[in-house]
Nanobody, 115 residues
Framework: VQLVESGGGLVQPGGSLRLSCVTSGFSFNNHGLSWYRRAPGRERELVATIYGFSVGTYYADSVKGRFTISRDNAKNTEYLQMNSLKPEDTAVYYC?????????WGQGTQVTVSS
C-alpha cells in the first residue's frame, strides 16, 4: 500500500489549495479515505473522510463549509479542496486509509497559511 500526497505550500489567509493523494496497492473503490492534519504542538486531527463508493462524507467542524473531500476512482486519487484558508489551518496534512484494521499513511504535505 502506498499513499503519496502533494499540493501543499504557502498561501495567504483567504486563499485556496488543493491537496492530492495518489494511492496504490489496494482496492481503491471499496475503501474509505481520510485526511488528517497535525499542527505544531497539537495532536493529530481528523479533517475529513469520504466513504467507500462515495456513499457519504464527514468533516470536522473546524473545516465544514470550507473544505471539500473527493475521490477519482479512475485515478486512484483522493483530493482535499481547501478554500478560505486560515492561519489555524497551518499543519502537515496526511492521507490515510484503513485496510483490514491496519492504518496506512502518506508522508505528509506541509500547508502554511500566513501573510
Amino acid at each position: 500500500v502506498q499513499l503519496v500526497e502533494s499540493g501543499g505550500g504557502l498561501v495567504q489567509p483567504g486563499g485556496s489549495l488543493r491537496l492530492s493523494c495518489v494511492t496504490s496497492g489496494f482496492s481503491f473503490n471499496n475503501h474509505g479515505l481520510s485526511w488528517y492534519r497535525r499542527a505544531p504542538g497539537r495532536e493529530r486531527e481528523l479533517v475529513a473522510t469520504i466513504y467507500g463508493f462515495s456513499v457519504g462524507t464527514y468533516y470536522a467542524d473546524s473545516v465544514k463549509g470550507r473544505f471539500t473531500i473527493s475521490r477519482d476512482n479512475a485515478k486512484n486519487t483522493e483530493y482535499l479542496q481547501m478554500n478560505s484558508l486560515k492561519p489555524e489551518d497551518t499543519a502537515v496534512y496526511y492521507c490515510n486509509v484503513v485496510i483490514k484494521g491496519n492504518r496506512y499513511w502518506g508522508q505528509g504535505t506541509q500547508v502554511t497559511v500566513s501573510s
